[in-house]
Nanobody
Framework: QAQLAESGGGLVQAGGSLRLSCAAS????????MGWFRQAPAKEREFVAA????????SYANSVKGRFTISRDNAKNTVYLQMNSLKPEDTAVYYC????????????????WGQGTQVTVSS
């Protein structure tokens, strides 16, 4: 059973930083591209960032470019999302997801999803 477990969410003031982590188990981590998505209560799920199996190909949503950084540590089976200069509009549940490495990193739908972690940015 493939499992993704997010952590690191919380409450932060605007302009602050958080680092989210996603620990993967039950799959061969290096065989999967990884992505981060988010969903606010009254909005649809939206793409945030993704990277390929090795971390050599990376894509970001325009809304987070220059502020967020996605990375992965294949030795630890973990993907990260470093979030800087946070804004109230970044408030959402953030989800980690995995898609098979034989597909483009922006493929839809992704194969596996975590349970989500709440990020709240106050003004």
């Amino acid at each position: 059973q493939a499992q993704l477990a997010e952590s690191g969410g919380g409450l932060v003031q605007a302009g602050g930083s958080l680092r989210l982590s996603c620990a993967a188990s039950g799959l061969t981590f290096r065989n999967y591209h990884m992505g981060w998505f988010r969903q606010a209560p009254a909005k649809e799920r939206e793409f945030v960032a993704a990277l390929n199996w090795s971390g050599s190909i990376i894509s970001y949503a325009n809304s987070v470019k220059g502020r967020f950084t996605i990375s992965r540590d294949n030795a630890k089976n973990t993907v990260y999302l470093q979030m800087n200069s946070l804004k109230p509009e970044d408030t959402a549940v953030y989800y980690c997801a995995a898609v098979g490495g034989d597909r483009p990193i922006l493929s839809r739908p992704y194969d596996y999803w975590g349970q989500g972690t709440q990020v709240t940015v106050s003004s």
